[in-house]
């Protein structure tokens, strides 16, 4: 086995939630938004070269049911990132200006992290389709026909209904007994 495949089976394999996703993004990005600004003095290209990799990770790491959020919620963790590298002036207006023009000047990277989790996901939901294609194939259903593929099971009328239904159709009228099931009237010729 290749030396690649063998460090990449290494590494942690966690399924998120949707939420959890958005989650480890986030702090992700603020953590690393922060570190950037003490140790590379808000560097844009630093903090963009390090949000590709979030991105790829949070849509790697979203579980199979949840991964239409991966590409949602990757835009959302840029802007809470970008919070502490924006450098506005004192007070909300000069803070929100800067996290506007920050947003705006760096939407390339923004467009980019986006559209890294896009196809990951997709390419992950492809695959997953296809995997349950498979196994349904392997298990005799082939997912097609009026029932979907899954056996119908018979639908539990209330007594109420029963009864209703009967009146509708010209027989009795009467509530069918709780000890036992109710006799059906025979149509006469």
Request: proline share 8%; aromatic share 6%; with cysteine.
């Amino acid at each position: 086995m290749p030396p690649v495949v063998t460090a990449l089976r290494r590494f942690p394999n966690p399924r998120l939630t949707g939420i959890g996703a958005g989650l480890f993004a986030s702090l992700t990005m603020f953590v690393l938004a922060c570190l950037d600004r003490l140790l590379f003095d808000s560097s844009e290209l630093v903090y963009g070269l390090l949000f590709l990799p979030v991105s790829a990770l949070t849509a790697l790491w979203v579980r199979p049911a949840d991964l239409v959020t991966a590409p949602i919620s990757v835009p959302i963790a840029f802007a809470v990132g970008v919070f502490p590298i924006s450098g506005g002036s004192s007070g909300f207006g000069g803070q929100t200006m800067a996290l506007v023009t920050a947003l705006a000047v760096h939407a390339g990277w923004l467009y980019g992290g986006t559209l890294i989790a896009g196809l990951i996901a997709s390419v992950r939901k492809v695959r997953h389709m296809r995997a349950r294609r498979r196994y349904l194939a392997l298990q005799g259903r082939t997912g097609e026909g009026a029932a979907g593929g899954k056996a119908r099971r018979p639908v539990a009328r209330s007594p109420q209904k029963v009864a209703g239904a009967a009146a509708r159709a010209g027989g009795p009228t009467e509530r069918p007994r709780a000890d036992g099931p109710a006799e059906r009237p025979r149509a006469s010729r």
